[in-house]
């Protein structure tokens, strides 16, 4: 049975394709998540998280952009590769954020619509006794 992905493993996942270099491919990515997590996933083990299709779908967007970056000295290849990292960290996040957005428009809207009063909205949540569940004497 095919190794489930924790959302420690989504993360790893995520920031590896935000530093992909050169072509990406579903079976590429597979191959270069397996040292990092342990296990080989299969391509639809990754396409099922909508987080990794995501920033895979707009890594390979960037990638047929046709920006191809210019050859320079070591030092500023390093940052060259991070500053590419955070960009498309960056622009993963804001569509992520966007998303959320839309999610939370949508639950606001409900709210309204079923008769859902701010005040039952901001009601803090509830207390965990997570004390022992024997009965105290």
């Not at 342990?38 to 047929?64: C, F, M, N, V, W």
């Not at 992520?96 to 009601?123: C, M, P, T």
Request: glycine share 6%.
């Amino acid at each position: 049975m095919a190794k489930h992905l924790t959302p420690k493993d989504v993360a790893v996942i995520i920031g590896l394709i935000d530093g992909w270099e050169g072509k990406l491919q579903w079976e590429a990515l597979c191959d270069g998540v397996e040292p990092l997590i342990g296990t080989r996933p299969t391509r639809q083990t990754l396409s099922a998280h909508e987080r990794i299709k995501s920033a895979y779908d707009q890594k390979k967007a960037g990638h047929k952009s046709g920006i191809l970056p210019s050859k320079r000295p070591a030092s500023l290849d390093l940052a060259a590769q991070r500053i590419r990292s955070l960009e498309n960290e960056n622009a993963r996040l804001k569509d992520e954020n966007s998303r959320l957005i839309e999610h939370f428009v949508r639950w606001q809207y409900n709210a309204y619509k079923y008769g859902v009063s701010q005040e039952k909205l901001d009601e803090p949540m509830p207390v965990v006794d997570r004390e022992s569940s024997e009965e105290r004497r």
